[in-house]
Every structure is written in structure tokens, then in C-alpha cells.
């Protein structure tokens, strides 16, 4: 049963300041001039700085680690391995916690055993960072090399886990219809193997952590997680064995979240583990070679894809099999990645009859987690890569072979049949035809195609087109809590993170456009668990739409509360009263007002009127047990250089539909943040391994970021045709929006491209040799 | 004179935005980690510590360089400046005044090395081409914005220095 | 990824810099630019318990043209060749080809010296001084020597120099006027280093080739100047078939690695077509500057 708590009763608002303004950033005067705080900035007396040993193999019994040599060496304070670790737990599972991938989890030491170049053997604790990372080469470990599988479709592999008989995590089926009929009336079948490539969010800022336990405040305080904070707290506390009230996480600055970064990692007990042991405060920053090999990876993949159509076009049905490749343990995402693909698989399309099965394999890689647009930006780019296939077998033009089985808006509010993060798939609106004919007509798809096509020199012009449909706003619920001051100051706090994405500006506005007064004036708090009791946090494009709908009731509940105290004060009636640049006025004698500083004054325990409970701080829940699904399509426009195999994206184009937005420049920015970080493991980046599981792009000398000059021209467009129904300001995520079809766009434009070899293309990222391996064939012959 | 190396550490003299710093400093500490953490400025970023991504950026006698790969007693007797030099009290630089208009951050982690490259690119290219923007700021990951913002950020700084 | 400890000094002579080499040999290290250095001492990839900075030494940082060529003390940053307009007449090869190192803040720091010294096969400045035949003046206490840039890149990432020596100088004879030249280069992005690289440089006389150099980046442990692919050029009126087949035997000479970023086989298709791009390019200036 669908409900979204208080989603009736929509006050109206009477001055919109502040909603649907591109105002400046709230946060960026700070950040402009180098007076951030983001967690390395931040200095404790008395710090102790930790450094991480991570396992040089990919596969191997630790038969002994001697540390005495180590202990030794100046500065050092102490050294933590595994056996040291007093009744460690390992870290449990975030989202659907399925109880069968309890063998998999992840110690925050590797006890006895590690399982892939990068895990955790030991924790060193010195005086400064320097020299905690003086000793990595003093601690000595003895490794006994076992078997590697790096191959997540290798079936005989040793199994990476004791418990385990083999390295398939799960295994299970989302389907719906029938696709054995479907394929036996099939016109026309369509294969392909499509792989998605491991690469991974990368924020610029890498993880840190500083923890210190505050005996005044019998405390354990942390600093640095972000993200979810409320429930990491929980899971400290879990595997502390601690109360969770006598542990606070704090929020700074935060350098980029992109799904990977906030998530419980070994170093976020580790850390607190030796402050608590050592009765001081412990840093560690994570440094970028550890980052690559240490926070969550991401995407890769494999897609064996058969598609059963009627030689029209129209889809009858298809049947996945992925292989998600999850690396050395579970982490905190459990297997929600695949689970999201396969639910995700069928997009905007009507797909009568589907099966997917699944395999989430460990292989000897750094684990596996959620990366923006996680499992879609995947599911995306092999489903619209299959599309152009059939349409290139059948002979029909890819944009007609989208538009006659995409859902119309009438089959709204429509039901996939398939359920991920425990609800089922219902997509609540959207046009998303129109979205296709906007992107094709802003683009010039039709005219400009054929022209770029027709030219003679070595340089291909390709178009490639993707549909999506995004899912937004996961509940269950977040917080807000307003309150006004006696001098009128409001602040809001909330539950919900600030990776960067500009969450102080959002709420502000949102609360401002209910309290008329401007954004500026309103101080927002994120990110400490001491603010609000509960809180969910900022992932799967939640943040606006969950936190954003809490503020709007909690500033509706304090509005509601001053024109009370107002109405109180001037002797009228609450009907008579309108709030308008901040006062409260009365409809017909605007000048009769009071400031809210007035009325805040006359809500204090001294002024306020016997009948009346004093003060002005709400807080709000907002409940909402479904998803609200965005949508768009994306189109690329490359260029390649047939002789050096040069790839040049020139031109992206997105439409999508958030139903409303904030401020529309700022997410005009995730948009087009989102687009060039597709671009980049469309093109770009990889996480690459050898046989022996090393990782190859291990720096960013070899794991290529797109830059100012790979960055193509975007534009973009937003609809606000389909407001979600499911909260009262209206809106859908906008995150995930610019990242979720562009892979599978770039994809289909340098098949475009590349002509009759374009069939060949069935991988991301797409590098120039790999071109050159789809045209060879082609040369050998006209050579 | 060679100077003898005793205990790793040397007494250094610089200025870092216009103030005169005496301190004695390890030889092996990077120029970024004595900023930060010795001095206490924290503007400059460390995003890779391998010269890569140019959050540490930083103007070293006027010219832009990465502080992540000097080592902090190569700054003896010179003058460093970062991002906090840029503005006057509450009076935005006009760079930083067209990236906040702009929407040209959004982490702002990589902002303050952007910022100074960008001063450079204008002090030695006031009226840059968009290809010429691209060139000169390719040397900066940004994770968060995709660019375009930053590219309309550093065209409208153009005008405003020019204007100025 | 901070550095190992070490000691450091930071002479500002040329003799006191020899004189700390020769007492310490092999365990010191001199420190340039530390465009390169820098980030292998972060990584612990390069642990030497001495560092030699030269920073401080002024009289390793100048260059001079004169009739027998240019001259470029080993401390002259990339950056200051850069903006010397003059140079893109003078030496357009080298004027080209300095864009292509890194990024404009890595140019200020990075020197002449470190990127003849450092001999990544990968990087502009080894394959720029083989194309223009140029020499390298090398000094320890005892006294120079002059090495021939073909003679001086002797293995991956290995030069001539001894621990106790020190690159000085690097000197390129002037550009011949009658000559035409070309640099291509590509790589995955801007600025990174090349996956493949080339230099072109021919002179033309009444439409014949005298003298011809293709150097090239990424195409082996060291930079290579593929000679015979050159000698087929000489004495001969340029054709396009004959460009080629330089191309094709120019790619047979190379010895290029695999990796992640490219394999031996793509690489030696790319200096075929880059190759043949040079050299059609390089005619056309020829033609232009008058030697037909
Ligand atoms: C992000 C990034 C991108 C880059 N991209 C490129 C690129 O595209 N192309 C390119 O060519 N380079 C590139 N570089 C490297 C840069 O050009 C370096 O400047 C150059 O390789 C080394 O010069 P350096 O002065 O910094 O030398 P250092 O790093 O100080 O030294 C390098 C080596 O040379 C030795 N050495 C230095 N000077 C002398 C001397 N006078 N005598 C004897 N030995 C000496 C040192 O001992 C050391 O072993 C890049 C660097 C970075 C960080
Ligand atoms: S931190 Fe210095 S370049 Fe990345
Ligand atoms: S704003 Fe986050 S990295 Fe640029």
C-alpha cells in the first residue's frame, strides 16, 4: 500500500520567494575563499595520526604479521591487527540485508586472510602521518599466496570465503509475464553481450576521519561521516558495543559524495576504535593511492541480452542474465547494485513479458558499492544498446523503434513488475514520449544526422540516443526541525547530508518560501547526529525530496504557530493575518505588522500568552514508503578519427522531467556534473587488474578523470511536466538524472558512427584501441 | 655555502600572503602539508598528492605551482600566496564574484586551486578564447560540475577584470 | 604518501653540487624541478637518503642562441622557453612541443634538465632532442663532456649520466631554414603523457631530401629515432606513396610496450598514420620555406 504521510492539506503559499530561484549558493561564500571545513582542515590538541597496511596480494593466507620491529621506530604510538581487536564484529549491511551474505561481510582487519590488493591488515597509530606511514615496510607479514579469480563468470574458482562452497553471493530472478512464449512468437531476436567497465565516484576530497572521546561529555565524538550518519551511528555503536546516545558523528565539508563516500568503511571503526583505546584524538585522511584501491568500486558488469520483437519493432520480451562482478566482500550496499539493474532493466519501456537473472560473484577486487545512478547507469546503457541492435537488424531508425514502446503517459501511473529496496517498481508520472521528441527536436537529431553522416574525411560524426527513468526520493522518511529565535533568527537542521550538492541552499529556500523571508537569513544544520533524533541521510537522490518535504511541514507548523501568537499580540483574528517579507501583517491594514523578530520576542516563556505553549521549534517527519521516478532522454553527438581511432564527444543534449525544481541553476549543475562523470566511464576511466589481481590504474596517472578539454558542450532542459504527486513542494530527485543515460547515448553514437563496424560496440568505457580492434576487420578488407 | 643537513629539520623564513613566517620544518615536509598544517591555512586542498589534480595549487613568486610536489624548505626566503589572499575582507575578488554567480562550485573542493590557475590564465591571457580556457584549466579535475559552469565563470571573470 | 626522510641540501654552486655527488654516489638524488621526482618521493617509489636540490644553483638557469645554436642551462623552466615567442621561428619544433608537457603550473617548475635527464620514454623533450640532433653537456668534479642525445638514452628510464654527474646544458644546432617540420602527438586527454608521439624534421633541396629525422614518443623503453624508415627519404623527391611506406617501415622499428592505456600493436598503428601526418605536414613547410 502506498501512503506519503500529510501529502494532503497543501498550505498555499503566498510569496513563492525563494522556490523554483536560481539564487546564489548559500554555502559558496565560504568555499570561494578557502574557509571551508572539510575534515583534514580541522586540527584537535594532542592528534594522533593513523596509517592503514593494506595487503599487497589479491589472494592470500596471512600465516604471521610481527609488528615488535615496527613498534619500535620513533614516533609510534601503537599498531592494531586483527587478534587485537577486542570482540570485532564485521560490518553489517546497509540497504536489504539479506541474511545469506553474512558469510561475505568484511572485517575492518583482515583476519587471517585477505582478498583483494588494498584490504586492511593493520592499523598504525604515530605522531604524525609521516611517520605512521615511515613503518608499512617494518610491520612484517607472511603471505601464502592463494588461486586469484578475477573473473566474475569464472565458475571454478577457489572460493574466496570459508563458509562459502562457492563465490557466487546470490543468485536470484525478477521477472514478470511469460518470456518462454514471448520468444517462441518472436519475429525477430535480437543478442548481445554488453559489459560495463569497473570505475567508481571518485570524489576530489578522499575519506577522512578525526575521533576523540571526550570524557567530560562521557562522549565519543566523530568527525567525518557524512552521508547517513544517523545510522552509521548505530552501526558504531553495534560493533563497539556501545549506547549509541554516547556517540556523536559530525558532519563536515564535504569534498563529493557520489554513493561512494560516507558509506561504513573499516576505517570508520578502526579509527574511533583507537581513539577509545588510546583516550586521544586519532586522524586519518585517506590518500589518493588508497582511495583508488580502498573505497567502494563500482558498475562493472556483464549483460548477455536476447530481445524476442515483432519485425515492426514492438518488444515482446527479454531475458537478462547479469553477472555483477562484487569483488572481494559484501559491504554495506549488500547486493542492492544488481538488484537495482534488474529491477531498473526495462526503463521507459513497455516490456510485457522479463526475466533477469542474477549472479553477484566475488572476485579478488576492492568491493563493490553504489556509485551515482547505481546499477541503472549500467542497466541503462546495455538496454539502449540493445535497442540500437534490433533497430540496426530490423532496419528501423532508433528513434522510432524508443517511441512505439515507451510507455504512454496514459499507462501512468504504471507498473513494471519488478521491486527493489523492498517496493515495487510503480513509476508515478511522466510523459516520456515527449521527452524523446524534445531532446530529438533541441538536438536537430533529424536534420543533422544524415548531413554529419555524408562527409568523406576520416572524421565519423555519430548520433546515439538514450531513454531512462530514474528513481528519486527513497524514503522512509527524513526530518526537520525549525526553530526561531527570540531575535528571529531561524535555523534548520535536518538529518540529511550535504555531500556538496548544495543541501544548505535547497532547504533554505524551501523554508524561506514558506516563511517569506530571504534564504540568507536562515541558517541550516545538516549532518550531526545530536540534531534531530532521527535522520536517513543524502543517497539515491533523497535529500530535496524527503528532507525538502520535512522542512516545507515544519515551516508550515512554525508559520502556523507565529500567526497564532501574531494574531494574539494584535488583537485579530488568524484568518486576518498574512505573513509577507517576513512580517505578519494584517490583509487589510498591510501596515499593521510586526516583524518576526516581534513575534519571536512575544513567543518566549516570559511574553507569551498562558493559553499558548511557548516557543517556535517544530519538527517534522516526513513519511513516504514510495519512490517518485524522474525521467528524460539523452542524446551524443561524437566524432571519430578513423585512422588514430580518436574518440571526441562533441555535443551532449539532456531533457528530463523533476517535476519542479529548487533552483534551477543549481541543478542544472547536477545535471551536467552527472553527465561529464558518465562521460568519463563512458570513455575514460577504469579500474584495471592484471592476472595476479593487481590494480593497474592505481593513481590518477592511470585512471583517467575527464577534464576541461574531454568535456563536450552540454545542454540541457528541464520539462516540469510530471510534478511528483508524493510531496508537497512537488519535486523528483535530480541527481542521478545527467549520469543515467549517457552512457549508453555515447555508446550508440559511436556505433552510429562507426557504420557497418558500429555493431561491434558492446563495452564501456570505449577506448580508441578498442575502436580501432571494431574497425580492423573492416580495413583488412578494403585494404 | 652548504648547509649542513643536522637533524632533517631546517629553520625556514618565507611570506605567505603578505605575512613573514619563521619556522622550523622537517626537509621531507611537503610545501602543501606545512601550509596546512604547520601554518594553519587550510584554503589549499590536497586532492592526489602526485601533481595530478591541482586542488593543491598554490602561486609561488607570483606564478602558479603545485604544492604537493614541493617540499616546504624550497620555499625559504620566497613568497607563496593562496586562495585566501584573494579577497579584501568581505569584498569578493572579482574570480571569485563570477564563480559564485556562475554556479562555477558546487564540493568547492577543487575551487581554490581553479581560482588561481584562472588568475594566472588572466594575467597572462586577459581575454581568453574558449578553447584557450579549456587548455589552460585542463590541469584541474573538478568532480562535481561537468565544467560548463566553471568555463561561463572564467569568461564573465574576463570581463570583470577587464572592466576593473 | 609522504616522503621517506632524507637529508637535504641545497648548494648554490655547480661545484658544491658535484662535490655532494662524489661523496655520496649512488645514495643521493638531484632534485630539479620535481615534476617528476615529487610525486615518486610521495609514493615511496624513490627513497634516497640524499636530496641535491638545485634550485638554488642561479647559474644553471639561462639559455643563449648564438650562430652555433641554442644553449639551455638544465634548470631553465619549460615555462620560460614557453614564452619566448622568438622561439617558434628559431626552433619551432621545440616551440611546439612544449605545450604538449603537462599543464602550465607544471611547466613552471619543470625543467630542461630534469626532462632530458628523466628519459621517460613517454615524455616530449628525449624524442625533441633526438630529432634535432641535439648534445648534452655533462660535468662532474673532474671536469664536461658532451654526449650525442642518440648516444645518451641508453635504457628505460637509464641515461649515460654517472651517479656523480650532473646534465648541465643542453645545446641544439640552429634550424635549417630550407626545412619543413611537424609534432603530433596523441594521448587519452590533454596534457597527459603521449600513448604515441612524433617529431618530424626534413630539409628539401631542389625537391630532394638531405636530411631527415623521425623521433618518436611512446614507441619503446626509450625514445627512437627510426633510421631507416629516415635513410628512405634521402636523395629522393617526396611522394605520398613513398611517405607511405616510410610510415609503414617507420612503425616496424619501434618497440612499444603494452599497457593499460595502449598495446604494442595499437601503438605501432599509430605511429604508422602519425607517422605519415608528420611527414606530410613536414613537406608542405618544407615547400613553403623554399626548399623545393
Ligand atoms: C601531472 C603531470 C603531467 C606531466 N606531463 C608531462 C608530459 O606530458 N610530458 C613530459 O615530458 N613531462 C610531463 N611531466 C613531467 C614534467 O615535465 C617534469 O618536469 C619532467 O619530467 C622532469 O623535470 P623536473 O625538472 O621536474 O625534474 P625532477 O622531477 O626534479 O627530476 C627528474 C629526474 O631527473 C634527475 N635530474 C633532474 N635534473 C637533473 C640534472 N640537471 N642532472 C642530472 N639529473 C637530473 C632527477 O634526479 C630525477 O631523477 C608531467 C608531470 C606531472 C606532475
Ligand atoms: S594534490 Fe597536488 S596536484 Fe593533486
Ligand atoms: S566542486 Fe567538487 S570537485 Fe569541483
Redesign the pocket.
Known sequence: MVSCLGQHNYMKIEHSKGIGESIKRLEDKRFLQGQGHYIDDLQLPDMLHAAVLRSPYAHATITNIDVDFALEQPGVVTILTFADLHSVKPIPIRLNPYGSLEPFLQYPLANKRVRYVGDPVALIIAHSRYQAEDVLDNIVVQYDPLPVNIDAEDKVSCPLHHDAKDNVASNFVQQKGDVVEAFNKAEHITKLRFTSGRHSGVPLETRGLIANYDATQEKLKVWGPTKVTHFNRGVLAHMLEMEEHTIEMIEPDVGGGFGVRGEFYPEDYLIPYAALMLKRPVKWIEDRLENLMACNHSREQIYEMEMALKKDGTILGIKVLLSNDQGGYIRTHGIIVPELSAAIFPGPYRIPNYRCEVRSVLTNKTPAGTYRAPGRYECNSSRERLLDLAASELMIDPVKIRSMNLIQPEDMPYEVGTESLGENIVYDSGDYPFALQEVVRLSKYEENRHVDHDNLSNKKVGYGIACFVEKTGLGPFEGARIEIDQTGAITVSTGAANVGQGLETTLAQIASSVLTVSPDSIQVLHGDTDLIPYGVGSFASRATVMAGSAVYYAAQKIRKKLLKIAAHTMNCQVEQLIISDGDICMIDHQDKRLTLTQVAQQSSPRNCPPDIEPGLDFTHYFRCNQMTFAHGATIVKVEIDITTCAIVPKHVWIVYDIGKAINPQMVKGQIEGGAVQGLGGALLEEFNYDPSGQLTSGSF?DYLLPTTTETPLLESKRLDRSPSTLNPIQVKGAGECGIAGIGGALANAVADALGDSGNNVNVLPITPEKVWQWLMPMQDKTN | MVQEATDNSRLIKLTVNGIEYERKVETRVTLVDFIRNELGITGTHVGCE???CGACTVMFDGQPV?SC?MLAVQADSHSVQTVESMSSGDQLHPIQQAFWENFGLQCGFCTPGFLLTVQDLLSRNPNPTDTEIREELS?NICRCTGYQSIIAAVKQAAIYMRQE | MKPAPFDYYDPDSVEEVLDLLQQYGDDA???????????LLNMRLSTPQIIVD?NRVAD?EYYKSDNTGLRVG??TR?STLEDDTNLRTTQPILAASIP????RS??N???V???V??A?P????PAIMLALDGTILIRNTKGTRTVDASDFYVSALTTD?EPD????EIQLPNWVKTSGWSFIEFSRRH????ILGVAAYLTLENRRCTKSRIAIIGGGPIPIRTSKAESMLIGETISDALLKDVAEQASKELDPDSDMHASADYRRHLASVLVLSALQKATERANKSGGK
Open positions: 596517472v | 602526485h601533481g595530478v603545485r610536489i590541469g | 638524488k638531484i632534485l630539479a624541478g620535481g615534476q617528476s621526482l615529487g610525486p638545485l644553471l638544465a634548470m619549460q604538449y608537457i603537462g599543464h607544471i611547466r617548475r619543470g625543467t634538465g630534469g626532462s635527464a628523466h621517460d613517454a615524455a616530449e623533450w649520466l654527474e650532473i646534465l648541465v596534457g597527459d603523457f603521449a
